[in-house]
Nanobody, 121 residues
Framework: QVQVVESGGGLVQPGGSLRLSCAAS????????MAWYRQAPGNQRELVAL???????TYADSVKGRFAISRDNGKNTMYLQMNSLIPGDTAVYFC???????????????WGQGTQVTVSS
């Protein structure tokens, strides 16, 4: 089995920073793209940032210049450094990892349970 677990969410004041972590563990042969999504109440889940196993990154326009995605391939771990947070960033943040469990297995997406980020004074 594969587990994907997020951590690092919480309550922060506007202008503050948070660092989210996402760790994939279990039966993993290879990890490919990893991404952060978020979903606010009443809204659809949206892509925040993505990083390939080669380190190429993509960001939503709303977070460019404020958020930074990174990963440690040796640890199957991904991070999201969030700076200059605004109330509009309030959401549940989800991690998605594209993983192959064995050389015979197809690539599949695995999701974490999410971590709440609340930006409020």
């Amino acid at each position: 089995q594969v587990q994907v677990v997020e951590s690092g969410g919480g309550l922060v004041q506007p202008g503050g920073s948070l660092r989210l972590s996402c760790a994939a563990s279990g039966s993993i042969f290879a990890t490919y793209a990893m991404a952060w999504y978020r979903q606010a109440p009443g809204n659809q889940r949206e892509l925040v940032a993505l990083i390939t196993n080669g380190g190429s990154t993509t960001y939503a326009d709303s977070v460019k210049g404020r958020f930074a995605i990174s990963r440690d391939n040796g640890k199957n771990t991904m991070y999201l450094q969030m700076n200059s947070l605004i109330p509009g960033d309030t959401a549940v943040y989800f991690c998605k990892a594209e993983i192959r469990r064995s050389i015979l297995d197809a690539r599949r997406d695995y999701w974490g349970q999410g971590t709440q980020v609340t930006v409020s004074s």
